[in-house]
């Protein structure tokens, strides 16, 4: 009886939309499962079909001119899809996970909503190689529409390739275990495949096609699946995995650059984190000494103009696991503000409705960021215990509302509060609306963390032990067609607000953006689609004292060879900076990534006009050229080669004097031996600071979890301080290892 009432309630759901199927799959033997890349028969003798008749990009919901067929199957244990792919020629390079060279070639994925409600969608994605990327897709934000993906989330599955005479062959094998989903041994979830692959026959563009019907007049774009798949007494697995590590360090540094490099003692680093399934709603997950450090290297932004202090993306696992419930537009919540704990513990408990995130950290060296008006200040103190708790209700697949609240506690007497609450509701195909409200109570420690003596109003950049309080608002209506998309958006932040763990670099504002866009997808040989955007922004203070005013126009186009180029133009009527207020200036920018070839992709730039150098004593109105030329070199399926430059310059508006000029060079050589094992290269130069560094490291990591880094890190600088040192002598080294071993 349960079972029949689930296969109707999934019947009339799907006829209540009138575009869902619903794919009631059979239960096999998960012993016939082999994944080699091979599609047996035995695979697929009892599975659902699934045809990619849609195509999403360039043409809309027209037939794919490639054939592609996904075959769903299940155990107790496991999801199985096979994907059989008929293809003209297959482009199927050997990547490290979530490496964007696979989005190159050929590939296919799978999409699934378990709760059917668009909270999320998770995202798993092969290539014939075998080479994964994954992650979770959310709601999209309001300058990019319906497109948000993390792909820093993983899910452990297997995945396999083979390139047939006929074009390619995938098989997926999911643990169900992996997959967060309501509890019942009975499921149903939202379903649908898809693939890209470079079609040759019109002009080399990249090709998106799935299952599932698209649309350019949605709201939801994560609402769109419109497949059903219903698995009947499937066998609940509670996790419970060890994950425990091993590393060590040494490092080594010279003060004088005649000197011996003075090496410290080896460092020994060991801990343990744990991950236990209470049921399939409710995980707990507890880490001891963990290492959080972060292996891959963050490419270094230019940041000598710039007034604020710039974030970076979160790596390390134990934070991205459930991540997608702190997606905010105002940044209250940044996990790399957790810098060091010594212990951090996180409860995630998703149910039909409503999900609950939970996370508390021991902080030994915790980062401290100071907004104002026009620019903030940060640091990095003493010890702090950290608690978030956030919590969301589902009403349906449109509508959800949120509450927030974290909080900082600093050795002493000083903390950091923070309460919000948000809601976003697609009332209608087209139109949404999002909201966000916070409040701060915030009392500074008295620290050096921060070396300025600059005054905001009456307060002090110093961190003084003041009490502190503050509000953010935010709110957007957004209309979203195929040929037009539109918002009006609000922010607010008064000069109090603070969100001591999460990103917040300029408060004392209002904000007004008014958004319009015309898009066309004519899909002909030369232009495939082509846009036209106007915005318009008012920034004012508390006080009501214009900051900025601004008017930009957007004209973009993709074109043969996947030529995407955007243009912008800026008009400046009023922009401000401290007391001082520059008028009527103009900059423009121009972005172009293309692959004219299989085996090289190029990314270029270039932004030219007028522009504010910020960082002098008296900031001045200059020239601006920034320049930024990246490219992928595939040498091979398993060598790529990644060299890429940054110029940045401001010169005088009435000499040849430049306020600065210099570059960032970057060289990243990888070597891929197979999809787990890699060989990486990176070496970097800082014109800027005159340092230059190298770092190697060999990576294995045959799935999320368990990994082996061996590397180090020679960082080199032009003169030694008070010498007149030989050019470019290294001053730090560094040798280290890691070990972690995923135990289930």
């Known amino acids: 009886m349960k079972k029949f009432l689930l296969i109707f309630f999934s019947l009339y759901f799907s006829a209540s939309l009138a575009q869902e199927t619903v794919l009631v799959l059979n239960k096999i033997d998960q012993n016939i499962f082999n994944i080699d890349g091979v599609i047996s028969e035995d695979e697929i003798n009892k599975a659902k079909t699934l045809e990619i008749i849609y195509e999403a990009e360039p043409g809309l919901n027209s037939m794919p001119s490639q054939e592609t067929t996904g075959y769903i199957t299940y155990s107790d244990k496991f999801l199985y899809v096979g994907i059989k792919a008929k293809r003209d020629r297959v482009i199927a390079p050997l990547t490290t996970r979530d490496n964007s060279a696979l989005f190159r070639g050929d590939f296919a994925g799978i999409t699934i909503d378990s709760y059917g409600d668009a909270r999320n969608n998770i995202l798993l994605i092969s290539n014939p190689s075998g080479s994964q990327t994954d992650g979770i897709r959310l709601p999209g934000t309001s300058f990019g529409g319906g497109l948000n993906i993390n792909l820093n989330i993983n899910f452990d599955f297997q995945s396999s390739g ?33 693939t890209g692959y470079i079609d040759d026959e019109n002009e080399g563009v990249e090709v998106r096609a799935a299952s599932s019907r698209s649309s350019r007049d949605a709201s939801c774009q994560l609402c769109l699946i419109d497949h059903i798949i219903v698995m009947n007494d499937i066998e609940i697995e509670k996790k419970l995995d060890f994950l425990p590590y091993v590393s060590s360090n040494i490092s080594g540094k010279r003060d004088k650059y005649y000197d011996r490099i003075n090496y410290e003692t080896p460092e020994l680093n060991y801990g343990i ?17 963990p290492d959080f450090s972060q292996v891959e290297s963050d490419a270094t932004k230019i940041d000598i103009n710039s007034p604020t202090a710039i974030n970076y993306p979160e790596k390390r696992p134990f934070f991205n696991r459930g991540i997608d419930a702190m997606d905010y537009e105002i940044d209250v919540f940044y996990s790399r503000s957790i810098n060091n704990p010594s212990f951090a513990s996180k409860i995630i408990n998703q149910g039909r409705k409503s999900r609950l995130y939970v996370l508390s950290a021991f902080d030994e060296e915790t980062p401290y960021l100071v907004p104002t008006q026009f620019e903030s200040f940060s640091g990095v103190g003493g010890k702090s215990f950290s608690n978030v708790i956030r919590y969301q209700n589902f009403l349906d697949s449109k509508t959800r509302i949120g509450l927030l609240a974290s909080n900082r506690y600093y050795e002493g007497d000083a903390y950091g509060n923070l309460y919000g609450m948000d809601a976003l509701v697609n009332f209608s195909d087209v139109w949404k609306f999002e ?23 009456d307060r002090s950049v110093q961190l003084d032990g003041e009490t502190i309080n503050g509000n953010a608002v935010y709110a957007t209506v957004r209309r979203d067609t195929e040929t037009w998309r539109s918002f009006i958006e609000y922010s607010q932040l008064s000069d109090g607000f603070r969100s001591d763990l999460g990103f917040i670099t300029t408060n004392n504002q209002k904000k007004y953006t008014l958004w319009h866009s015309y898009n066309k997808y004519p899909n002909k040989d030369f232009i495939k689609r082509y846009r036209i955007s106007l915005r318009q922004d008012f920034e004012y203070s508390y006080s009501h004292d214009i900051s900025r005013s601004n008017f930009q126009t957007f004209l973009g186009f993709l074109t043969i060879l996947n030529t995407d180029v955007l243009y912008n ?6 922009k401000s900076h401290l007391e001082f207020q520059f008028r009527d200036f103009i900059n423009h920018w121009l972005r172009v990534d293309t692959q004219p070839f299989d085996f090289l992709n190029i990314n270029i730039f270039y932004k030219w006009g007028k522009d504010i150098a910020y960082r002098l004593e008296t900031p001045m109105l200059g020239m601006v050229n920034d320049i930024r030329l990246s490219s992928e070199i595939s040498i091979n399926d398993n060598f790529r080669i990644r060299p890429n430059i940054n110029y940045s310059s401001i010169k005088k508006l009435d000499s040849d004097e430049y306020y600065f000029k210099g570059y960032i060079g970057r060289l990243d050589i990888r070597y891929q031996f197979t999809n787990s094992l890699d060989l990486r290269l990176i070496s970097e130069y800082n014109d800027f600071s005159e340092q230059f560094f190298f770092q190697p490291l060999i990576s294995w990591r045959p799935n ?26 290294v001053n730090k080294t560094q040798l280290f290892l890691k070990f972690q071993y995923l135990l289930k």
């Open 162 to 194: 083979s390139i047939t005479d006929e074009g390619y062959e995938i098989e997926f094998l999911i643990p169900l275990s992996e997959l967060p989903f309501p509890n019942g041994k009975d499921q149903s979830w939202k379903f649908e495949i898809y």
């Open 273 to 289: 984190g744990v991950n236990i399934e209470l049921n399939k709603n409710l995980s707990l997950e507890a880490t001891l000494n």
């Open 435 to 457: 909201f966000e409200l916070f409040l701060n109570n915030n009392k500074e420690p008295f620290a050096d963390w921060i070396d300025s003596d600059k005054k905001y109003g």
């Open 569 to 574: 133009y800026e008009y400046n009527f009023v």
């Open 704 to 729: 999320p979890d368990t990994i082996f880094y061996l590397g180090g890190n020679q960082n080199y600088i032009d003169q030694f301080i008070d010498y007149n040192s030989p050019h470019y002598r």
